[in-house]
């Protein structure tokens, strides 16, 4: 069969197609198997069901895919593979588990940190010839900011050097990092990829054959696989990704362009407007520009907060990446108290976009009284 398009590709991947065989791999509820056999233990060598989520996430990336927990445990399994000494390159405001797992490390004497604002591409060249480790986040959280990928990835590098990237804002369907020159993709699949709000997961997927032996044992021994319902969610979920990213995206697209002359709202970040600052690098190597925007209204960070409480079909939630559209204020979260106040993080989802637009004109109005 000649090479699918990834909208193909996600449908009909995954799956056995021996006769007699279920059409969707069922979940295998199971944790050891028959012997004399390659697979022994779930946790070593995984399930039939984990198998078909990691062949589409793998195809997708045009790498080999590793599923895990959760996102975070993807991260802690790039992280922790540092050596003592080690010295760790991450975004000045990188997603707050990520911060979180930089500072712990860095209080241990595990690894020195370097913060690096995700716009200075130089700095983050200039990363490349001294830290171990690069972690690139982009679009970047909550700031829909991004890296010049195809820049930082393709830098020259010290031997060893690693650049993994964050992508979970973009999908495979919007950037493919690997193609830039990253070593490692990262997706939390609790967001765009499970796409219901209804699982928890996460992705890795290299190219590098012994990078992938290298995280898959680790996964082995920090337990961090994926669960088997999670997993068939994961997958069930991923089936319906392009026509979601399809939709949401064009939603983002036309809300943002609204969004940026309302008389109350201050200010748009979406590198689909024309004249957001990410909006040449973002056009130059990305397939669209995501379904993440943010906006800031007016008045103070209450204001921002009545804002969201008074939404009817917008649902006032935090995560991302759902079906449905999630909002929440971001100053609120503990890490995040640098960001501005009335910054509002949209995850924009699938709903008809009048709705949607009617439901945030309600709510400015309901917030300013």
Same mark, same amino acid.
């Given at each position: 069969?000649?090479?699918?398009?990834?909208?193909?590709?996600?449908?009909? *991947?995954?799956?056995?197609?021996?006769?007699?065989?279920?059409?969707?791999?069922?979940?295998?509820?199971?944790?050891?198997?028959?012997?004399?056999? /390659?697979?022994?233990?779930?946790?070593?060598?995984?399930?039939?069901?984990?198998?078909?989520? /990691? /062949? %589409?996430?793998?195809?997708?990336?045009?790498?080999?895919?590793?599923?895990?927990?959760?996102?975070?445990?993807?991260?802690?399994?790039?992280?922790?593979?540092?050596?003592?000494?080690?010295?760790?390159?991450?975004?000045? &405001?990188?997603?707050?588990?990520?911060?979180?797992?930089?500072? !712990?490390?860095?209080?241990?004497?595990?690894?020195?940190?370097?913060?690096?604002? %995700?716009?200075?591409? &130089?700095?983050?060249?200039?990363?490349?010839?001294?830290? &171990?480790?690069?972690?690139?986040?982009?679009?970047?959280?909550?700031?829909?900011?991004?890296?010049?990928?195809?820049?930082?990835?393709?830098?020259?590098?010290? *031997?060893?050097?690693?650049? *993994?990237?964050?992508?979970?804002?973009?999908?495979?369907?919007?950037?493919?990092?690997?193609?830039?020159?990253?070593?490692?993709?990262?997706?939390?699949?609790?967001?765009?990829?499970?796409?219901?709000?209804?699982?928890?997961?996460?992705?890795? *997927?290299?190219?590098?054959?012994?990078?992938?032996?290298?995280?898959?044992?680790?996964?082995?021994?920090?337990?961090?696989?994926?669960?088997?319902?999670?997993?068939?969610?994961?997958?069930?979920?991923?089936?319906?990704?392009?026509?979601?990213?399809?939709?949401?995206?064009?939603?983002?697209?036309?809300?943002?362009?609204?969004?940026?002359?309302?008389?109350?709202?201050?200010?748009?970040?979406?590198?689909?407007?024309?004249?957001?600052?990410?909006?040449?690098?973002?056009?130059?190597?990305?397939?669209?520009?995501?379904?993440?925007?943010?906006?800031?209204?007016?008045?103070?960070? !209450?204001?921002?907060?009545?804002?969201?409480?008074?939404?009817?079909?917008?649902?006032?939630?935090?995560?991302?990446?759902?079906?449905?559209?999630?909002? !929440?204020?971001?100053?609120?979260?503990?890490?995040?108290?640098?960001?501005? /106040?009335?910054?509002?993080?949209?995850?924009?989802?699938?709903?008809?976009?009048?709705?949607?637009?009617? &439901?945030? !004109?309600?709510?400015?109005?309901?917030?300013?009284?």
């Amino acid at each position: 069969m000649e090479e699918l398009s990834a909208e193909s590709f996600v449908i009909s *991947a995954g799956r056995s197609r021996v006769p007699g065989d279920p059409l969707n791999v069922p979940p295998v509820l199971a944790s050891n198997f028959y012997l004399p056999s /390659e697979r022994i233990y779930a946790r070593g060598e995984g399930t039939p069901t984990i198998d078909a989520f /990691e /062949e %589409i996430m793998g195809g997708l990336e045009g790498g080999r895919a590793l599923a895990f927990s959760s996102g975070m445990a993807a991260v802690a399994a790039v992280l922790h593979r540092l050596p003592v000494g080690a010295v760790l390159a991450v975004p000045e &405001d990188p997603y707050h588990g990520v911060k979180g797992l930089a500072e !712990e490390g860095e209080q241990q004497g595990r690894w020195k940190a370097l913060r690096l604002n %995700i716009r200075d591409t &130089d700095a983050w060249r200039d990363a490349a010839l001294t830290a &171990d480790l690069l972690w690139l986040e982009s679009p970047a959280n909550p700031l829909i900011t991004i890296a010049d990928l195809p820049a930082i990835c393709s830098a020259p590098r010290k *031997a060893g050097t690693i650049v *993994a990237v964050d992508s979970t804002f973009a999908t495979p369907l919007v950037q493919k990092p690997l193609d830039l020159g990253a070593d490692i993709v990262m997706h939390s699949a609790t967001k765009f990829i499970g796409g219901h709000s209804d699982l928890m997961g996460g992705v890795l *997927a290299t190219r590098d054959e012994s990078l992938h032996e290298e995280l898959s044992h680790r996964r082995k021994l920090s337990g961090g696989l994926i669960g088997a319902m999670e997993a068939f969610l994961a997958t069930r979920g991923a089936r319906t990704l392009a026509l979601r990213i399809e939709r949401a995206q064009a939603n983002a697209m036309e809300l943002a362009q609204r969004l940026h002359t309302h008389p109350e709202v201050v200010r748009v970040r979406y590198p689909g407007l024309p004249d957001d600052e990410n909006h040449e690098i973002a056009k130059t190597f990305m397939t669209g520009f995501g379904p993440m925007l943010s906006f800031e209204t007016t008045g103070d960070g !209450e204001r921002a907060s009545r804002f969201c409480e008074a939404a009817r079909l917008i649902n006032h939630a935090t995560s991302l990446g759902g079906i449905e559209s999630t909002m !929440e204020r971001r100053a609120v979260i503990p890490g995040q108290e640098t960001i501005p /106040e009335t910054l509002i993080r949209f995850s924009v989802g699938c709903e008809n976009v009048d709705d949607l637009w009617h &439901d945030i !004109e309600q709510a400015l109005q309901a917030s300013s009284r």
